[in-house]
Every structure is written in structure tokens, then in C-alpha cells.
């Protein structure tokens, strides 16, 4: 057990990340549940990858302007093509997500073929690196949740899906490239799972301490235990997730 792992410097950046990344995907992630779209942010953050592995082959700096484009562009044209399928073809929508993420998936494949980094390039995009995270990285994605939070806040009830979509993209652009495909795919949908079925302000309340808590214990056990963090926190907001489930399960048996 390693318990020099435990120092702030490390994990305090990597938490706030964390929340960052709860405060958008947890009303988000219930969004998507309500409208049954569940795996649409996966397959938008595996494009988004996507689009960092493409433009990465040109040597371009990880954290470079072009990247940050790139990455954007093809979230946004993914989330135009998403919303252009539910219109067209509701009926086969969810089969249509999951072949698109496949085709993702397998482009990042081929695209870091040739490349000697290529596995740890791919196991970066897919669990993430949020304990590398530094304080300046943060500023970029607070600007991009508050921008988020505020559309919610005062346009929520407008939005079409396709300005719904787009706004999904612009998150999942910011979070993927800090803590990885599955981190966000889990920010988004466990933390809807686990509040389920509650009034909609207890339901986010309930979400959001579902995700903060699971990525706390998350940090803190990947560190003593010196495994993946972001694999460990995915395990840890689901179990969190499952524990408030059964909790809630149990109340209602015993009244």
C-alpha cells in the first residue's frame, strides 16, 4: 500500500477535474437517459478521439491549438450526423450510434498501427491520465462548464436536438481529452442510473454526490493500491451507484 501516493498536489487538481467534469455530465447524463440515447456521448467522445489520433500523425503538439480543433470539429460533426439520424431513422437510431463507435474505434486502431506509442496512445484516449492533470489545465475546462452550465440554466427548455446534441459534443470534448472515453461514459450515464426514479432536484442532488464520492474513493484507493485511476473510479461510481440503489430499495420494502 502506497501511502505516499496520497499528496494533494496530485490528487487535489485531479478531483476538481472531477467535479468539473460531474457539474455538466450528471443533468446531461439525465438527459440522455430521459430521451434514450444512451450510448450517443460514447460514440461523440471516441470521435473526438478520434480526431486528437488524426491530427496527432502530423506531429502536432497534444495540447496545440490544431488538436483542440480537431477534436471539436469532429465531436461537432459528429453530433450534426447524430442529429440527422434521429431524424431520419429513429426506428434504428441506437444500432446506428453503436456502428458508428465501432467504426470510431476501429479508425483509431489503424491510425496508431504504425505507431510504436501506438497502445499507449490508445489506453491514454480510452481510461485516461486525471492523475497528471495539472491546476493550469483546469482553467480551460472551467471556462467550458460554465459556458454549459449557463445554456442549461437558461436555455434548457429550448433546445432542439440538434442544439442539444451539439451542446453534449462540446462537453464531451472537454472531459475526454482529461480523463478518457470510459470516465466520461461513466460521468455521464452511472450517476443518471443511480438517481433514478427520483423528483428531478433529488435526482441531481443524488447524482451529483454519487459522482463526486466515486471519484474521491476512486483517487484515493488508485493511489494506495497503485492501479489505473481512472479504471478504479469507474468502479467506484458504479458501486457507489449500486449501493444508493439498493439502499433506496430497501427504504421502500420497509415502510
Known sequence: MNIEGLEFSILGPA????????ATHVPLGQEVLRRGIIFI?????????????????????????????AAVGSALSAALVLAWL??????????????IFVLAATASLLLLADNPH??????SLLVG???????????????VTGFILLILL??????????????????VTSSVQLVGVYLVFASLIIPALGSAGLGKR???????????????LGLIVSSLIDLPSGAVIVWCIAGIALAFKLMKISERFSR
Open 129 to 143: 491520465q486525471i492523475l497528471w492533470i495539472t491546476w493550469e489545465q483546469l482553467l480551460p475546462t472551467a471556462l
Open 86 to 99: 434521429e431524424k431520419h431513422y429513429q426506428k434504428y437510431q441506437e444500432a446506428l450510434i453503436g456502428v
Open 202 to 216: 433529488r435526482a441531481l442532488l443524488a447524482g451529483y454526490l454519487i459522482g463526486a464520492a466515486g471519484y474521491g
Open 41 to 69: 456521448d460514447l460514440a461523440i467522445a471516441q470521435i473526438a478521439g478520434l480526431g486528437v489520433i488524426a491530427v496527432s500523425r502530423f506531429d502536432w503538439e497534444t495540447h496545440g491549438w490544431e488538436v483542440q480543433l
Open 154 to 171: 437558461f436555455f434548457k427548455q429550448r433546445l432542439n436536438h440538434p442544439g442539444f446534441y451539439f451542446l453534449l459534443a462540446v462537453a
Open 118 to 123: 501506438g497502445g499507449e496512445s490508445l489506453k
Open 15 to 22: 478531483f476538481i477535474a472531477g467535479l468539473l467534469i460531474l
